[in-house]
Nanobody
């Protein structure tokens, strides 16, 4: 059974930085595409970033390009999201997700496993 557990969320002032983490247990982590999604109250879940299984390629949602960076450590079964220049509109619950297919996707419907989420709040 594959389990994902996020950590590192919290409250940060606008313009600040935060790094959130996700540890994956079970399955074959180094074959999965790993992604971060987020969902704000009253809004649909949206893609934040995706890291290819090898970590060689990454993709970002338009709203976070140039500010956020996804990375992964296949030795530790960890994926990270470094968030810089945070804005109040980045406030959301951030979810870690794993896709067992070989095709990198930015569609949440393609992801097979999900964490419980971690709250990130950016104050103005």
């Amino acid at each position: 059974q594959v389990q994902l557990v996020e950590s590192g969320g919290g409250v940060v002032q606008a313009g600040g930085s935060l790094r959130i983490s996700c540890v994956v247990s079970g399955g074959t982590f180094n074959s999965y595409s790993m992604a971060w999604f987020r969902q704000a109250p009253g809004k649909e879940r949206e893609i934040v970033a995706v890291a290819q299984w090898s970590g060689g390629r990454s993709y970002y949602g338009d709203s976070v390009k140039g500010r956020f960076a996804i990375s992964r450590d296949n030795r530790k079964n960890m994926v990270y999201l470094q968030m810089n220049s945070l804005k109040p509109e980045d406030t959301a619950v951030y979810y870690c997700a794993a896709d067992t297919s070989v095709v990198v996707s930015m569609d949440s419907d393609d992801y097979d496993y999900w964490g419980q989420g971690t709250q990130v709040t950016v104050s103005s």
